[in-house]
């Protein structure tokens, strides 16, 4: 099986630029804890991922106002990505070896074109597969 057809096609994306406000707006619109943030609309390449829990840790537990920052300032860069014509055991590889939930899928110019979590491999993997990818990411 293959990443692009389990992944979820086209996710929400954002810039470095966005505003915090917007990003958690993104969240709840599309019902998700993590945007990917991108280079531009153009291109749409990685740059960094957000999450839910980055506002909350990085800017709201620091003190920081949200209200007033950027994806930029809290994002994780470098983000890890596979191809969309990836195995699903390179995925889950990749996960494990990252220690990550969730990863980017790139085509092959590198436009972030879906994104798998945990979730939508446990719907696929085995009961075994999916406890090892847990087990491992949460090591």
């Known amino acids: 099986m293959k990443v692009g057809e389990i992944m979820t096609k086209n996710p929400a994306c954002c810039f470095d630029t966005t505003t915090l406000v917007d990003v958690a707006k993104m969240m709840a619109d599309h019902d998700c804890g993590s945007i990917p943030v991108v280079d531009g609309d153009d291109t749409k390449k990685p740059i960094g991922t957000i999450t839910d829990r ?71 993997a085995s009961e075994h597969e999916t406890a090892v990818l847990v087990k491992d990411v949460s090591a």
């Open 54 to 124: 980055d506002i909350t840790i990085r800017a709201v537990a620091h003190k920081k106002n949200p209200l007033t920052m950027f994806a930029g300032e809290i994002m994780t860069m470098n983000p890890v990505t596979v191809r969309a014509d990836a195995s699903f055991e390179e995925a889950c590889q990749a996960m494990e070896n990252a220690q990550i939930r969730r990863i980017l899928v790139v085509d092959d110019k590198g436009s972030c074109v879906g994104v798998i979590a945990q979730a939508d491999i446990a719907r696929k």
